[in-house]
């Protein structure tokens, strides 16, 4: 079964400008999260998608959106960048389960470079 | 590859020795701990989790130990070896977030190199 697969794998852009992400997620899992990952702040939960709609989110800007499609499989949007925006963004997938468990398989993620 | 951490704690060993990774955690109330490793250029991998109701669960070569009363989480590999060079984080369950969602949290990581 193939992983959790993330395009591009590499992106530079200028301030001000926006970033689409696309992540697609092991067959079958319908729930998709998104995390950025930073020297200074490890790894930040950004928003957490199932079944088209957005069930969690952290602590970001308005500038951080996402959404996701029928297939399950997910884009991140970053709106008029800034500098602190460069980091290694990872989509994670998890198949649904009952009960509290919460495993979470990542991709290869995603390395932005804003200059 | 990926620099994932400029300023992580570093732990070196000597191959074949084992190693000990530490992590504590925040929230009282989490129930669910696991434990990610990173190698350069990859998402994190799960290794091991454990449920609140247990101190210890082992793997192969893994033994995940849990110590409540401290909020304290350990990462025990045996018998290292050079393909366990990575980065290493545990992340715990923040619980209940509403909608049938539940959220991750993830510590700073510790980078473990192994010594041939």
């Known amino acids: 079964k193939a992983g959790v697969t993330q395009t591009p794998r590499y992106l530079i852009k200028t301030r001000g400008q926006q970033v689409t992400l696309s992540c697609s997620p092991i067959?079958?899992?319908?729930?998709v999260s998104w995390y950025q990952q930073t020297p200074g702040q490890g790894l930040q939960f950004l928003f957490e998608y199932f079944s088209e709609t957005q069930r969690n989110k952290g602590n970001f800007p308005g500038r951080f959106s996402g959404r996701q499609f029928s297939n399950s499989r997910s884009e991140m949007n970053v709106s008029t960048l800034e500098l602190g925006d460069s980091a290694l963004y990872l989509c994670a997938s998890s198949l649904e389960a009952s009960g509290r468990r919460y495993e979470q398989y990542f991709g290869p993620g995603t390395r932005l470079t804003v200059t | 590859g990926e620099s994932v951490g400029l300023h992580l704690p570093t732990l070196s060993v000597q191959e074949g020795d084992n190693s000990i990774i530490n992590c504590a955690y925040s929230?009282?109330?989490?129930?669910?701990f696991i434990w990610y490793k990173q190698e350069s250029g990859k998402g994190p991998q799960f290794i091991i989790d454990?449920?609140?109701?247990?101190d210890k669960r082992q793997g192969q070569r893994v033994t995940v130990l849990l110590n409540k009363t401290v909020k304290h989480l350990s990462l025990q590999i045996a018998a290292t070896q050079p393909g366990d060079s990575a980065v290493y984080f545990c992340?715990?369950?923040?619980?209940?977030?509403?909608?049938?969602?539940?959220?991750?949290?993830f510590g700073k990581g510790t980078k473990l190199s192994v010594i041939p």
């Open positions: 067959s079958g899992h319908r729930s």
């Open positions: 929230n009282s109330a989490s129930d669910y």
């Open positions: 992340a715990e369950n923040m619980g209940y977030s509403g909608a049938g969602s539940y959220q991750l949290t």
């Open positions: 454990i449920r609140s109701n247990m």
